[in-house]
């Protein structure tokens, strides 16, 4: 069975008094094995985010199925699904989303404190997470006394702390300078290879190009998939590179 299962998947925002409907996700397919690193592109508008926010259960879908180890979310209560979210979910997001009025230890232990779990706890599983990520000498600092991506690293700790099923990243290299880039991508996929699976949302080809697959998003649907196979980074990335050109165009067609 597949870790995440999306089936026939529709999104649809209606205004105030029902003139207006938008159709943000049309019918969306698609599987995520246990262990797979997933990207998902599009141009501007295709869905990629509101499929995100739907996947991590911050939105509810109009129709359809999402499927995570068998458990369907879209019927999930509201007054659970915060403790949903932590238990199954890792986030990491472009804009990191820490909180300067904490360190960067407390803010790693956030989901955990939410789930009360005593220190002695939280910082057993912080550690040995702390020393592979590289930011053990971090912990008392705050968020702004750290680059960038430095406090992209403190946010994957948090995303992982919980040993999540599924880490959902949000742009994640979005406001990273290249050579930060390069090292999240190169740390994304160590944690993959140590059989975490990853679902990442990106704009950039650099990035998608480390992923075992590549969903392509075009008018809310899926249009295209690329798996690596035995396909070089410089290969996957001439093949993302190809898709989105033909995606580009006004008369492109399914493939």
């Known amino acids: 069975m597949p870790l995440l299962e999306v089936k026939n998947l529709k999104k649809t925002y209606t205004s105030r008094f029902g ?3 938008v159709h943000a996700l049309t019918n969306v397919n698609f599987t995520v094995e246990e262990g797979e690193y997933v990207a998902i592109m599009g141009e501007s508008g295709a869905g990629k985010t509101t ?29 659970k699904l915060s403790a949903f979210r932590r238990r ?3 986030f990491v997001f472009q804009d ?4 300067d009025t904490f360190n960067n230890q407390d803010n790693i232990f956030l989901p955990l404190v939410l789930s009360n779990e005593k220190y002695r706890t939280m910082k057993r599983k ?28 403190v946010a994957i700790a948090r995303a992982l702390i919980t040993k999540p099923e599924l880490i959902l990243a949000d742009e994640p290299t979005g406001a990273l300078d290249s050579r930060s880039t390069e090292e999240l991508l190169m740390l994304f996929q160590r944690i ?45 990335y001439e093949a993302i590179s190809d898709t989105l050109s033909l995606l580009s165009r006004e008369d492109g067609r399914h493939v």
């Not at 997470?129 to 968020?143: R, V, Y």
Request: proline share 3%; with cysteine.
């Open 192 to 236: 993959n290879e140590a059989g975490q699976t990853i679902l990442m949302v990106t704009h950039s080809v650099k990035a998608a190009s480390h992923a075992k697959r590549v969903l392509f998003i075009k008018d809310g649907t899926v249009f295209h998939q690329i798996y690596r196979g035995d396909k070089s980074r410089e290969g996957m």
């Open 51 to 79: 499929l995100l926010n739907v996947l991590a259960a911050l939105d509810r879908p109009t129709s359809g199925s999402i499927l995570l180890n068998g458990q369907e979310i879209s019927t999930i209560q509201d007054s």
């Open 96 to 99: 990191f989303n820490l909180l």
């Open 19 to 21: 003139m207006n409907q």
């Open 126 to 153: 912080l550690d040995p997470l702390a020393q592979e990520l590289g930011i053990s000498d971090l912990m008392k600092k705050f968020p702004y006394e750290c680059s960038g991506g430095q406090k992209q690293r």
């Open 88 to 90: 199954h979910l890792g």
